[in-house]
């Protein structure tokens, strides 16, 4: 099992990989058989091939992250963190609330990333 601070460096790891743009480096982070809610309550995606697809995809709309809080840890194999995305989405600028849930397997991977945020968690700027 990961210590705390090894799951809260993988979700910085994670944060910052994907304010530079770098897909890759979100991708690298996924275990090969990962699940990714996003949000939860929509058909989880499932596999490599799909979340390459979603993070090449989101990453490219110049999207950005900014921590809320600290990234929490657990006494299990999961961390926590609560995040702001800025998106442009037709022209507008909108904000979302956000806290991910990853789960991480035995080798440091993230076996499964569940994003909690809802149409009210959803700001025109």
């Known amino acids: ?3 705390q601070s090894e799951m809260k ?3 910085q790891s994670y944060v910052d990989n994907f ?13 090969q058989n990962a699940t990714v809610e996003d949000p939860v309550g929509e058909q989880p995606l499932e596999g490599m091939e799909a979340i390459t697809a979603f993070y090449t995809q989101v990453i490219a709309s ?4 900014t ?3 600290p990234i929490r840890g657990s006494h299990s194999n999961s961390a926590a963190m609560a995040f702001v ?3 442009n989405m ?8 956000v806290i991910d849930v990853m789960t991480f397997d035995e080798s440091g991977k993230i076996s499964s ?4 945020w809802g149409p009210e968690d959803m700001q025109v700027m």
């Open 113 to 116: 990333m569940r994003a909690y």
């Open 19 to 31: 304010n530079a743009g770098n897909a890759e480096g979100v991708i690298a982070l996924f275990a």
């Open 1 to 3: 099992m990961q210590s």
């Open 67 to 69: 921590l809320a809080a």
């Open 90 to 97: 037709d022209g507008q600028i909108i904000h979302i609330n």
């Open 85 to 87: 995305v800025e998106s």
């Open 9 to 11: 460096a993988a979700l």
């Open 62 to 65: 110049g999207s950005k992250l």
